[in-house]
T-cell receptor, first 117, second 115 residues
Framework: GAVVSQHPSWVICKSGTSVKIECRSL??????MFWYRQFPKQSLMLMAT?????????EQGVEKDKFLINHASLTLSTLTVTSAHPEDSSFYIC?????????????FGPGTRLTVL | AQSVAQPEDQVNVAEGNPLTVKCTYS??????LFWYVQYPNRGLQFLLK??????LVKGSYGFEAEFNKSQTSFHLKKPSALVSDSALYFC?????????????FGSGTRLSIRP
């Protein structure tokens, strides 16, 4: 149980284009979803926290207009990287949690590797 | 402010030997502590957590961790390492027991088990 998927697993795009990454909770309803980015050989950096039906809460230094997060349902959250540039290339990981899932345990997706040319 | 420190970037252990991956934390109030493992190009897999109760927590794949309040530590241990344990390990802390609470990750420790 508590499986989280991400799509796509990897994407290559041209500079200036927008890329959408989906995060789905497959067998539970996620009250909260989190988006992280991870640079090579570094830890996960929390970008934003989103609750279904409300606006995401972004961490300091993360541009909300650059990284659009939508959490339209209890099983789906999307991250759109708008006007992507090479410095946006990274590994993006989502996680999801739910109230009955053991308090504050987060279940992580497999990640999406974004490469911007 | 809450924080997590993993003082070792890399730990090298021979297969069959015991392993320890260190973690110390700083949090106001009661800490909720986690260990996760990450294999190359994959998301994080949950190993174990400490919420309350027994200081020795047993988790997946034979791993365990000991919560030490006086030393503010939560070291990950395994009695006998396997080559397949080679991966990146993250210690994490959450200040709240809530599904909406953010988790703060340490910098990670790369565990390398040699045959």
């Amino acid at each position: 149980g508590a499986v989280v998927s991400q799509h796509p697993s990897w994407v290559i795009c041209k500079s200036g284009t927008s890329v959408k990454i989906e995060c789905r909770s497959l067998d539970f309803q996620a009250t909260t979803m989190f988006w992280y980015r991870q640079f090579p050989k570094q830890s996960l950096m929390l970008m934003a926290t989103s609750n279904e039906g409300s606006k995401a809460t972004y961490e300091q230094g993360v541009e909300k207009d650059k990284f659009l997060i939508n959490h339209a349902s209890l099983t789906l959250s999307t991250l759109t990287v708008t006007s992507a540039h090479p410095e946006d290339s990274s590994f993006y990981i989502c996680s999801a949690s739910f109230i009955a899932g053991g308090g504050n345990e987060q279940f992580f997706g497999p990640g999406t590797r974004l490469t911007v040319l | 402010a809450q924080s997590v420190a993993q003082p070792e970037d890399q730990v090298n252990v021979a297969e069959g030997n015991p392993l320890t991956v260190k973690c110390t934390y700083s949090v106001s109030g009661n800490p909720y502590l986690f260990w996760y493992v990450q294999y190359p190009n994959r998301g994080l897999q949950f190993l174990l957590k400490y919420i309350t109760g027994d200081n020795l927590v047993k988790g997946s794949y034979g791993f365990e961790a000991e919560f030490n309040k006086s030393q503010t530590s939560f070291h990950l241990k395994k009695p006998s390492a396997l080559v397949s344990d080679s991966a990146l390990y993250f210690c994490a802390v959450s200040p709240l027991y809530s599904s909406a609470s953010k988790i703060i990750f340490g910098s990670g420790t790369r565990l390398s088990i040699r045959p």
